[in-house]
């Protein structure tokens, strides 16, 4: 019954983020954002639903593990196997942006978030406020300063969404969400119990591997469309979002405390170094360019983390 209830809110979180993602996206074409833009924060933001969703409501009901363990585990399964797999499929030319922004923003959020836990293992709301205004200002300054460059256009097949069509998508995106998300904690804090492991185990495995899988979906359309600077852009954006965005609004709305240290002594660490080896990786052996090779090494990475912490 635990499996039916996880495998049935993963669907639904899975399509609601795609449902949201269409009408996110209709609604920045509308707005003449650019594709690296797009990336970044509309579709960051849509494919981050599920993480929000997800760990707002595992704190609400008192597993703090399983919301903190969704986030970590959802940033290193967007580097080491999204990004992985998305790699494995194709090359990817890397902006500058990448050096300029886009990283530097993500180690800060990820500085952050293991600052604010070392301190005291619990996140507090003036802290998420921190969190959530540094978002605020990274938002302003995409807007503002990367608007117009490269605006994105649509295929010459595709039709834009009437403002109708794109309110229905965001409606089911979030309604679907948010039952996936309620049959999602129930099912995974159940099996947890049953099977007597902790929820930090079943958050960094099962559901952030759930809900990274907008993301895995965004990435590899967006590799077939040939729209690479969406995918590294939604791939990183996403990082960011979960960070900023995802812990700042859940411990704005109730204090996230630790409780399997592992998560601060093993996990983030682990977040921490997927994060800063993709630097090197866009580095070598190709400057600006991604590779299969660099695929197969952070797939192998997730791998490795994956069975250490099983």
Do not use: H
Not at 131 to 160: A, C, H, M, Q, T
Not at 255 to 267: G, Y
Request: with cysteine; net charge neutral.
């Amino acid at each position: 019954m635990n499996f039916l209830l996880i495998i049935s809110g993963l669907i639904l979180l899975v399509f609601g983020g795609n449902w949201l993602l269409k009408s996110a996206v209709a609604l920045s074409l509308k707005l003449n954002i650019s594709k690296a833009v797009i990336g970044m924060t509309v579709v960051s933001f849509a494919t981050s639903a599920p993480e929000l969703i997800v760990s707002i409501n595992a704190a609400l009901n008192g597993a703090s593990d399983l919301a903190l363990g969704n986030v970590i585990g959802s940033n290193i399964a967007n580097l080491g196997l999204v990004l992985g797999i998305t790699l494995i499929l194709g090359n990817m030319e890397v902006e500058k942006s990448f050096y300029k922004i886009d990283w530097p923003v993500m180690m800060i959020a990820s500085a952050l978030l293991f600052l604010f836990l070392s301190n005291d293992q619990v996140i507090v709301q003036y802290e998420g406020i921190i969190l959530f205004s540094f978002l605020i200002v990274f938002l302003i300054y995409l807007l503002r300063f990367k608007k117009n460059k490269n605006v994105v256009e649509l295929e010459g097949g595709d039709v834009p969404l009437t403002v109708l069509k794109t309110t229905f998508f965001f409606i089911i995106g979030g309604l679907g969400l948010y039952v996936g998300s309620e049959l999602l904690i129930r099912g995974a804090t159940s099996l947890a119990k049953e099977f007597g492991v902790t929820e930090r185990v079943i958050g960094v495995t099962i559901v952030s591997i759930g809900t990274s899988v907008p993301e895995l979906a965004a990435s590899i359309i967006a590799i077939i469309k040939k729209e690479k600077a969406i995918s590294l852009g939604n791939l990183i954006g996403s990082n960011i979002f979960n960070i900023l965005a995802v812990i700042g609004i859940t411990s704005i709305i109730t204090p996230i405390s630790l409780s399997d240290e592992r998560l601060l002594t093993s996990d983030i660490y682990w977040m921490l170094g997927i994060s800063i080896i993709v630097l090197p990786l866009v580095l070598m052996p190709k400057k600006n360019n991604l590779n299969w090779k660099a695929g197969i090494f952070l797939l192998i990475g997730y791998c490795a983390f994956i069975y250490m912490t099983l």
